[in-house]
């Protein structure tokens, strides 16, 4: 076969030299020939690539929806293919066809070389053979493929999308390859390969000419989806390889045991210890009202669900980090799964793949808009929101009807159990008035909050009214910023002394906030958290809102994050922050009038108020039995209820009155 393959390649070569008269110009001008013959092949392959480059994104959204099943991200992405047509091993087409014409070409130049000719002797060495010389040809072979590699990268379309392991691995095959051939073929042939190596890079510039891959690719897309996935990949931390990770052995424990559980009926999860502040009503009212276990993953090692579950055995607490949590959670099995984090079947986070009657309920960590500071169709797959108040239900039922959501929430006006602890502890401290009135200064960290735009303007108001004029900024803002925050500190210090105005970054101790009679703010929801606990105003400076969902203006509605600003305090827009004080003078003359305005504005937004978290417990406790209600067709509801009581549930009154009622139809 290559007899044959090298006579069709002799017909190429020797007008060739009958052209040029010399072998190594024979050898270049044979090679440009090659490339121009196969140039239909270069142009399928780089509409193959480019084809390949456009699934990408497609690619990648499976590779987060489908994270940890890589069986079923195989299966998906070969569909994908097919839909699209691409060919995987069409780009080794190419590598093949130069390494036949290589092995042709070894009777070519054996041709030529054994007849002795002058001006061939070097065509025909081979470094492991002859020596001397000949070593350069791979090195030149190595360096042309280092060349080609550097080339690809940056213009071929596939290649300079690839991952850097991706690249290296392709150009590091190539030049090796490429040495290889340098060190055991004659210099002829490492020659052809060389000019090979060279030649293809202005082969795929005039590929790039012809089929433009900017004309199929859509580079933001692309750009976008890459950073999901790479988001997807920072959740775990990087380890070097022979680093040990001390939480791998435990983590496994944990999530091989929350698979032994069977008939897990309530299952929490949770990013954090900060987070079962928000559970912790409905946790309690479970554990005094019945006898279900509580099932709680957390992304947390240290959390303080660990500590918990030593003295209540009915606290069962798994620690699994964000990356396999994915995995667990696709592969759940319990009535009823409560989180506080959204997005809920859109990004990391899915549904289970197992079980398709799992009751997936949303505990909010606030009391306002879902649509100004929640994502646009952050909460479109959860079954159920547990609402704070009716404007929380009617906006959710209105981005139901806005956006034509097949399904249809339960919304329960549970109320907030945060802050009836915080009334509790407003009340149980029996505060005296302060010596003196307290203003905090508690901004956002987003961009242009009140450190960054007006708190210059904003403390010279305040001075000179004999108030404590506490500036208290977010942590994140120290964290990220504390060269400008020391700075902040220096200038604006200078303007009272530090027994009238104090810079509070120490963590560690009590907030101020606990003691103000004024909190002035600009889009950190900590003000209603304090306006709704205390009865005492706040003063709302118009900084750039904090906004992730810029649709929010679809619904036509405003949101209660802009609507309770007037209702809880007055608004200054940063240019006018002259005013402030007055203001302040005006609210802190007329305290009695703002806490009875405060009170009833409170009672409008808020159910359930002093009662969130027992509502919260019911309603979920509830939750669970309706999964039990099938029973019905076997047992009367008396012989129900026993069954319930001898499996551990429990059922208190009003949670036996909802199922007796209907509260199954209700959760359909």
């Known amino acids: 076969m290559f007899e044959a393959l090298a006579s069709v390649l002799n017909l190429i070569m020797q007008p060739c030299y009958q052209l040029t008269g010399n072998w190594w110009v024979s050898i270049f001008l044979f090679t440009v020939i090659c490339k121009i013959i196969l140039m239909p092949l270069s142009l399928w392959c780089q509409k193959n690539s480019i084809v390949m ?18 069986e079923t991200i195989g299966e998906k992405q070969s569909e994908l ?5 691409y060919h995987p091993m069409l780009s080794l087409v190419p590598l093949a066809v130069q390494v036949l014409i290589l092995f ?5 130049i054996h041709g030529v070389t054994d007849g002795g000719a ?14 001397g ?3 350069i040809m791979p090195v030149l072979a190595g360096l042309s493929a280092v060349a080609l590699g550097f080339a690809q990268n940056a213009i071929n379309p596939l290649q300079k999308e690839q991952t850097s392991a991706e690249k290296n691995f392709t150009n590091g095959l190539s030049i090796a390859l490429s040495l290889v051939l340098g060190v055991f073929v004659a210099a002829g042939m490492a020659f052809y390969w060389i000019c090979s190596n060279l030649t293809a890079i202005l082969v795929q510039v005039l590929c790039n000419l012809i089929v433009k891959p900017a004309k199929y ?4 897309d692309l750009e976008e989806s890459r950073k999901e996935v790479e988001a997807l990949e920072s959740l775990v931390e990087k380890k070097k390889w022979w680093q040990k990770d001390p939480l791998s052995k435990r983590e496994k424990a944990d999530y091989e045991r929350f698979f032994n559980v069977v008939n897990k009926h309530i299952v929490y999860y949770t990013e954090g210890s900060n987070y079962y502040r928000f559970f912790q009503g409905g946790i309690e009212y479970l554990l005094a009202h019945s006898n279900v276990a509580i099932h709680y993953v957390t992304n947390d090692p240290d959390d303080i669900i660990f500590d918990m579950a030593k003295d209540n055995p009915r606290i069962q607490p798994y620690f699994v980090r964000e990356k396999k949590a994915i995995t667990l959670m696709m592969k759940m099995d319990a009535d009823v799964v409560v989180t506080t984090q959204d997005d809920l079947d859109n990004y990391y986070i899915k549904r289970s793949r197992m079980r398709k009657d799992i009751e997936y309920v949303y505990e909010p960590h ?8 929640g994502w646009k169709h952050g909460y479109d797959n959860y079954d159920t929101i547990l609402c704070t108040g009716h404007h929380q239900a009617e906006e959710l039922r209105l981005g139901e009807k806005v956006y034509g959501l097949a399904r249809k929430k339960n919304l329960p006006l549970i109320g907030y159990d945060m802050l009836d602890r915080s009334i509790a502890r407003e009340e149980a401290a029996d505060r005296q008035p302060n010596e003196r009135p307290v203003v905090v200064i508690g901004p956002s960290w987003q961009e242009d909050n009140i450190l960054d735009s007006c708190i210059d303007e904003l403390a010279g108001a305040l001075v000179g009214h004999g108030w404590r004029i506490v500036v208290r900024p977010h942590p994140e803002y120290v964290k990220r910023y504390r060269p400008r925050w020391d700075a902040l500190k220096t200038r604006v210090g200078q303007l009272a002394g530090p027994e009238e105005l104090v810079f509070e970054d120490d963590y560690s101790k009590p907030s101020s906030a606990n003691i103000a009679d004024i909190m002035i703010t600009d889009w950190s929801t900590i003000s209603f958290d304090f306006c709704f606990s205390k009865l005492k105003p706040a003063v709302y400076i118009n900084t750039p809102m904090k906004v992730n969902n810029p649709d929010w203006r679809e619904l036509g509605e405003t949101p209660t994050d802009i609507t309770l600003r007037d209702q809880t305090g007055v608004s200054f827009a940063p240019e006018d922050v002259a005013q402030v ?4 003078e005006h609210m802190l003359a007329n305290t009695d009038e703002w806490t009875e305005r405060l009170r009833a504005v409170r009672a409008d937004h808020i159910a359930n108020l002093g009662h969130g978290g027992e509502a919260a417990g019911e309603y979920l406790l509830s939750a669970i039995l309706r999964h039990q209600v099938p029973i019905r067709e076997k047992y009367n509801m008396s012989k129900y209820e026993k069954k319930l009581e001898k499996s551990g549930l429990g059922m208190p009154k009003s949670a036996a009155a909802a199922v007796a009622e209907g509260g199954a139809a209700d959760a359909q």
Request: proline residues 5%; glycine residues 10%; without cysteine.
């Open 53 to 70: 480059v456009t699934v990408m994104p497609a690619i990648n959204r499976l590779k987060v929806q489908y994270y940890g099943d890589k």
């Open 81 to 85: 293919f097919k839909e699209k047509k």
């Open 104 to 108: 042709g070409l070894v009777d070519v």
């Open 118 to 131: 002058p001006g061939t002797e070097f065509l025909g060495m081979v470094p492991t053979v002859d020596g």
């Open 133 to 135: 010389l000949s070593w």
């Open 217 to 220: 690719i859509d580079y933001d």
């Open 366 to 373: 606030h009391m306002t808009s879902f649509y100004l500071t």
């Open 581 to 584: 004080g007055a203001t302040i």
